[in-house]
């Protein structure tokens, strides 16, 4: 059955809640950001917040569980293109990168990940993903013959995730991410010719 009118207006005002919260978190944190000022600017009342969300905390987890499931996409727009290996990487990381900069959803859960010891929730770790993700495709390098022979795969794994991430806070604090894409293609530059096989 199709939703009812009255289960649309929910659906539509907890989207709603959420977009401003991120904008919230992301300019404010967990601690400066208040349940009031999120209803304030939605014209609703506290209690109309808390019907969605019982607490500032949950409203923080999912925000941060939101950005662990918008990825997918992502990735599989690569696997289609057939990208496999070192250049899938390349391009995934672009495409990150992009998200990053523009989607203020995922710079709040970036900003609460990193304050995670001041929320009362339990906030998936990290990184973690994303050196598998990274670890998948070494793993299509190798058998592709395009990585050098001899690296520690986890190892290489974590660092990119390592740099890449660092490069995205590094640009963040000092220029607002202006020209990261530039940025990102030089890590690459920087990066490949340590572990990519000599041609």
Do not use: N
């Amino acid at each position: 059955m199709p939703p009812t009118s009255r289960q649309r207006q929910k659906l539509a005002t907890r989207a709603a809640i959420l977009r401003v919260a991120a904008e919230e978190f992301d300019a404010k944190g967990y601690v400066g950001t208040a349940i009031s000022d999120i209803a304030t600017r939605l014209e609703l009342t506290k209690g109309s917040v808390y019907f969605h969300f019982p607490s500032k905390a949950q409203l923080a987890a999912v925000t941060v569980d939101a950005y662990f499931r918008m990825w997918d996409p992502v990735l599989e727009e690569v696997r289609t293109r057939g990208l496999t290996g070192l250049e899938a990487m390349r391009q995934v990381s672009h495409r990150v990168a992009a998200v990053y900069r523009d989607d203020v959803a995922v710079r709040a859960a970036v900003r609460l990940m990193r304050e995670s010891a001041l929320i009362d929730a339990d906030l998936p770790t990290p990184f973690v993903g994303w050196m598998r993700v990274v670890r998948t495709y070494l793993d299509q390098a190798v058998g592709a013959g395009t990585l050098r022979g001899g690296l520690d795969l986890d190892a290489v794994a974590w660092h990119v995730v390592a740099t890449f991430f660092g490069v995205q806070e590094v640009s963040h604090q000092l220029d607002d991410r202006a020209g990261l894409e530039r940025r990102i293609d030089m890590l690459w530059d920087l990066l490949l010719p340590g572990i990519a096989a000599p041609r």
